[in-house]
C-alpha cells in the first residue's frame, strides 16, 4: 500500500533557485523520512523528523510536519545540478515495526 | 568500511527459473528489508526480518521467498510463480534502536528474458 503521494511528480529549477517537494500520508505516523535516490542507484537517508517536531533543518535541507494536514515538505535550499535526483518520503507507522512506506516520489532537474 | 552490499548487479533470467538475489550488511543491524522498485514508482515492500530466523511479509510477498539464517544475510529468492518479475530490487537494513533509517545497497535489476 502506498501511504506517502508526493508532490510535483518532477521539478525542473535552474541552479541557485529554492525546490520544495510535499508529501501527504494517511494514517498516524511515529515519524517520517526523506531520502534521495540517484538515477539506478540505492536510496540514500537525508532527513527524520518525528511525529512530535514541526520543523528540521539539516545544511540546506529544511523539513517541516503537520500532523493535522498528515503532510511534510522538504526544501532544497541554493540548489545545485549536483541535486538532480529522485526524492522519496517515507512514514513509518506508529505501531513500531520499523517498517517504511514511501511515496511515489518526487524527480527533481536542477539545470546550471 | 561498513556498509550493505548486493550481488549481482544485474541479472537476467529465463521465465521458469528460479533466481537468488543477495543482501549483505556489516553494520550489525537486526532488522533486513527487501523492495521492488518499477520504473518511475516508488518503493514496495516484499519481505522483512527484525531478528535472525524470523521473516515477515510485506505488501507483494507473493512470488518471493527469503530466509535470516544469519544476521548479516537476507537472500531473496524470486520463483517462478512471481508472473512480472522484472524490476530494480533493494535491499534495506536497520538497527532497532534510535531512529530506524534505513541504509539500501546498491540493487539489483532483475530482468526476465
Known sequence: SQQGEEDPQALSIQEGENATMNCSYKTSINNLQWYRQNSGRGLVHLILIRSNEREKHSGRLRVTLDTSKKSSSLLITASRAADTASYFCATEGSSNTGKLIFGQGTTLQVKP | DGGITQSPKYLFRKEGQNVTLSCEQNLNHDAMY???????????????????????????????????????????????????????????SSSRQGHNEQFFGPGTRLTVL
Open chain 2, 34 to 92: 527487501w523492495y521492488r522498485q518499477d520504473p518511475g514508482q516508488g518503493l514496495r515492500l516484499i519481505y522483512y526480518s527484525q531478528i535472525v530466523n524470523d521473516f515477515q511479509k510485506g505488501d507483494i510477498a507473493e512470488g518471493y521467498s527469503v530466509s535470516r539464517e544469519k544476521k548479516e544475510s537476507f537472500p531473496l529468492t524470486v520463483t517462478s510463480a512471481q508472473k512480472n518479475p522484472t524490476a530494480f530490487y533493494l535491499c534495506a
